[in-house]
């Protein structure tokens, strides 16, 4: 007897679920890493330096995962449309 697909494999059948569940985890990644980073910079001068450095570098990195995505669906709308004339 076959199992029924998993939550995710149903969502991912729903148009622009799957990319939109793949854009939350990049950024998520990117606002991890910008943490991470800000955490370890502000860790040379202080423990408040650290939380503070992590803090605004988790929204560095938030912020820079959404500009790249926006910018990467300008780009690829401006090539549909020189692909459509």
Known sequence: M????????VLCVVPRVKSRILFLVNRAK??????????AIGGLFSRNAASTGGAVGGLAGAVLAETRA???SAISDVKERVRQE
Do not use: N, Q
């Open 2 to 9: 076959d199992r029924p697909p998993t939550f995710i494999r």
């Open 30 to 39: 990117y606002a991890a890493i910008g943490a991470a980073v800000g955490a």
């Open 70 to 72: 926006s910018a990467g």
